[in-house]
């Protein structure tokens, strides 16, 4: 590095940078004793005065290979991290403070001079040093980044405005405050530095300002280039990596491509997309391979692939879209340069539900790609197996991929051992939910392959692999849904030799990332059979485990599988172990802790009320212990208490449940423990909140059963007038929601043709009507150019400012903690603080979707028998009823056969309903088989 500052050397510097280099080399051997040697060399050099300039004439030398360019920049990043980050104590190993002068001095320079991983290592140190000392132990940095900004040379410019963001990176989740005012400074000598060159381009001549994307991606696509050839792993790596790359100048101009066309409007967006059309046909045009310019095709075709949605959404050019395809982008699926045949890949997925009127393009296309995932080019490989995701989502593809479904996923995992990557796992959840009716032939064996590949991804500690297995358990899950919705019920049995010794291997307290979708997945399997066996029983304490070792917050997760557990399996639920011990100890433990949050309380009482349903006769025992937690926080008025008004509902439910248990074993604790005064005031106080059909019928079904008890307790005739008002409210709401869902069936029944027809012609299909019919266009904002525009990431900026001030003053909020949810006690954030009518509970919570064994109990009937049992009992009670009640229980009486013939007939429809969908299914099950 010509231009690094030199200091006086302590020895033959150019020996040690020879020595540096053999080392280097030598511990990418196979040879472990030379490789350890070269290693504790590499240690003892590391302690040397002025070895940072050794290592970085490395980085800089034309002579070295880019192999150990890449080893020192990595040794060279762990000395920064060992300094900058390392224990201000532990001085022995770190670099010297002339070595980190020397070092802050020469990284700028460095970054200019570097490309590829080696550059991207140079910034990561430059994050590192610039999070500690800048601006105040290094005005170099600000200082030499304001030179090149001014240089007006387009590198320097680009180098300088990396090294100010790295620099200012610290600053950007710092609320306002004396923190924040070496950032106010900088932008006062930056900020008119950034106007001056937009107000240049912005007076330049119209395409200019376009052009600066396009040479943007341009200059990335030379550093692509060279990393594709060098490195194809570290290429692949800087494509995908969502975290590194967040801030990548191609990601930059992509961004403001985007801003512009959105707030800019029609004008700006027709000069962006003739830019691009311009560079294509220049390129079309030109007859010499050699004396065209690949790069701005490159970055042509890249900003026209991030527009996609905008071309597809204006009937201008939708109708130009497969012309533009087939002269500028299949022609490049069989272009002598790999990385245009990856970009081709690429845009050919973004433009995949154009409608063609040519169908044959389509298919040639999709045949070329198919092809290409056996490129000689790991990269080619990747882009093609990810452009599958979205072309297996058009109707065209879906058709023509079934007779190669078995190889198209032979050749995806192939890949999937030669790159770890999150979005080729993505193209095969993919393809299992296209196929999802054909996909049973190969569920054990893509089982088999998820699960293997899911456990030697989690073998790495890298984001790469950490987002790849994660898409692997989603694809697990897809494959769980689908063997539902094919209705093979017998394909989950086939696949719990794969499924549940890969789920007790994540079903741990050491896998918490992934318990929610491995719970996910064990909810198929111990639902849809509607029976579990022995093998699957063996997870379940793998669950209580996991939920005792502190996972108290995924209780959610595990709520159905434990349900299912208990409902499927209930013999071996209540003599096979101690399942229910467990079950009780995880209600005590979270209910009874009243600084449990109240959702987490909440959840684990759906579970407590499957056990009382479902063993409902058998577990008298644990009866007390239910009262005598839910009651204990129901009645807790201490500001410790964590409560909600659903939690509320919940535990309302379960003294509920109990009464429907044995309302006399329920009633004998409350009147022991003096609980059914307080108990019944909360109740009825709270009968509002009893909003959805369920709420109300399980309370019904309760204080109906305390009315049927013989005798009648004392306190039940002393307020009968009361709890029979309060039970036919009840009765009356039910009823009104029952008229509202029949009146919802009949619609529903009426659009069931039409929704049959677009599930016939394709289930997910977006292809023909995701961007509307005709010559409906998509509305631009037009705002005009000294216009400010509304911004969400500001918005969320200014609220967290707001936040960060109301806490800085005291205030304290309410909600979980989260930013969207966050409010100040007694404020809102965006100044609106009306006060609503009622609240609407369980909003997120789906509705209806879960079966219970009152299901199939008639609330009305069973009001009748009570107030029959009641009457029987203390026949005093029947003369307090109004005219009006004594006349809505006739009425009740003469509504039981007419409810029993419809629910006969309905069940009946059912029946029908299930045998054609059961037809259908097969009928596209079949589709696979021909």
């Keep these: 590095m010509c231009c690094l500052r030199r200091r006086k050397k302590k020895m033959n510097q150019q020996q040690l940078i020879q020595s540096t280099v053999i080392a280097l080399a030598h511990t990418f051997g196979y040879d472990d004793a030379v490789r350890l040697q070269a290693e504790a060399e590499l240690e003892k050099f590391k302690s040397m005065e002025a070895y940072s300039q050794v290592l970085l004439r490395i980085l800089a030398s034309n002579e070295v290979n880019n192999d150990i360019k890449n080893a020192a920049s990595i040794f060279l990043k762990n000395m920064v991290v060992q300094k900058w980050r390392g224990s201000i104590e532990d001085e022995v190993a770190r670099m010297s403070d002339i070595d980190a002068q020397f070092i802050k001095d020469n990284l700028l320079e460095a970054l200019v001079q570097t490309t590829g991983p080696v550059k991207r290592q140079i910034q990561h ?339 790469d692999s950490g987002m790849a297995a994660n898409e692997c358990m989603s694809a697990l899950q897809t494959i769980s849904r689908a063997l539902a919705e094919a209705e093979s019920p017998e394909l989950y049995a086939a696949l719990e030799p794969i499924v549940v010794p890969f789920l007790q291997k994540v079903l741990t307290p050491e896998q918490l990332l992934f318990i929610e979708p491995a719970c996910n997945i064990l909810t198929f399997f111990t639902y849809y059979p509607k029976k579990i066996s022995p093998l699957m029983w063996t997870l379940f304490p793998s669950i209580i485990h996991v939920f005792n070792e502190g996972a108290f917050d995924m209780i959610d997760s595990m709520v159905d599988p434990l349900d299912n557990f208990i409902s499927y399996g209930t013999e071996h639920f209540l003599t096979g172990g101690p399942y229910l011990e467990s079950i009780v100890d995880m209600y005590k433990r979270v209910l009874g802790d009243i600084n449990m949050p109240a959702f987490e309380a909440g959840e684990v009482c759906k579970i407590m009320e499957s056990v009382l349903q479902r063993c409902r006769g058998r577990v008298d025992h644990i009866i007390p212990h239910v009262l005598e937690t839910a009651c204990g926080r129901l009645l807790n008025t201490s500001k410790e208490n964590e409560m909600s008004k659903e939690l509320t509902v919940y535990l309302l439910e379960q003294v509920s449940n109990c009464l429907f248990y044995n309302a006399a074993i329920t009633v004998d604790f409350l009147m022991r423990h003096n609980l059914v005064q307080p108990v019944f005031i909360k109740w009825f106080a709270s009968i509002k909140l009893l909003q959805r059909f369920y709420d109300k019928k399980i309370c019904l079904l309760g204080l109906c059963s305390m009315l049927a008890i013989t005798p009648t307790p004392a306190f039940v005739v002393a307020g009968s007038t009361h709890i029979i008002a309060n039970v036919m409210e009840m009765m009356k709401y039910m ?156 009425k009740y009486i003469d509504l039981i056969p007419i409810r029993k013939a419809k629910e006969a007939r309905q069940k009946q429809l059912d029946a029908e309903d299930d045998a054609k969908r059961s037809a259908e299914v097969q009928a596209k099950k079949n589709l696979g088989k021909n």
């Design 125 to 463: 140190m430059i994050e590192i040093i610039a999070n500690r000392d800048f601006p105040e132990k290094w005005p170099l940095l600000l200082e030499r980044s304001i030179e090149y900004i001014n240089s007006g040379n387009d590198q320097l410019v680009l180098n300088g405005i990396i090294g100010l963001q790295l620099g200012i990176k610290k600053f950007q989740f710092v609320p306002s405050g004396e923190k924040r005012i070496p950032l106010i400074a900088i932008c006062e000598r930056v900020i008119p530095l950034m106007l001056n060159i937009l107000d240049t381009l912005a007076n330049a001549p119209s395409d200019n300002l376009f052009h600066c994307p396009v040479l943007v991606t341009w200059t990335r696509f030379q550093n692509d280039a060279e990393l594709w050839e060098e490195d194809p792993h570290e290429y692949l790596r800087s494509q995908y990596d969502a975290f590194k790359d967040v801030y990548s100048p191609r990601n930059e101009a992509h961004s403001f491509i985007q801003f512009l066309v959105e707030k800019r409007g029609r004008q700006q967006f027709d000069n962006m997309i003739a830019l691009c059309m311009q560079v294509l046909h220049k390129y079309s045009s030109t007859a010499d391979p050699a004396a065209r310019n690949a790069g701005e095709k490159y970055g042509a075709l890249a900003i026209l692939g991030h527009l996609s949605d905008y071309l597809k959404g204006i009937a201008f050019y939708r109708g130009n879209l497969e012309t533009m395809l087939v002269l500028h982008v299949f022609p490049e699926l069989q272009s002598p340069l790999g990385y245009m045949r990856g970009q081709a890949c690429w845009a050919f997925a973004q433009f995949y539900n154009i409608p063609f009127s040519n169908v044959s393009n389509f298919s040639n296309a999709l045949r070329l790609t198919l092809n290409l995932l056996g490129d000689a080019d790991l990269p080619v490989r990747v882009r093609a197996g990810t452009s599958i995701c979205n072309l297996v989502r058009s109707k065209q593809g879906t058709d023509e991929l079934r007779p190669v479904l078995s190889q198209l996923l032979d050749r995806l995992f192939a890949l999937m051992n030669d790159i770890e990557s999150d979005d080729l796992v993505t193209s095969i959840d993919s393809i299992i939910r296209r196929f999802k009716y054909e996909i049973g032939p190969y569920a054990i064996s893509l089982t088999q392959r998820l699960c293997e590949t899911f456990m030697r991804l989690c073998e790495n500690e890298d984001d």
């Design 735 to 890: 009823l009104t929601i029952e008229k509202q869902i029949e009146k919802e069936g009949e619609k529903k029944e009426g659009d069931d043709d039409f929704i049959e027809q677009e599930e016939d012609e394709d289930d997910d299909d977006d292809e023909e009507h995701m961007f509307g019919e005709g010559d409906a266009d998509f509305q631009f904002n037009e705002n005009a150019d000294h216009e400010d525009v509304d911004d969400p990431e500001e918005r969320h900026l200014d609220q967290l400012e707001q936040l960060t001030m109301f806490l800085d003053d005291g205030g304290e909020l309410e909600g979980d903690g989260e930013i969207e949810e966050a409010e100040f006690e007694g404020e809102d954030l965006d100044g609106d603080n009306e006060d609503e009518e009622e609240d609407e509970l369980f909003e997120n919570e789906q509705g209806g979707g879960f079966e219970t064994p009152i299901d199939d109990v008639d609330e009305l009937e069973f009001l009748i028998n009570s107030f029959k049992s009641l009457f029987t009992n203390s026949p005093q009670l029947e003369a307090t009823l109004t005219p009006k009640q004594q006349q809505k229980i006739k």
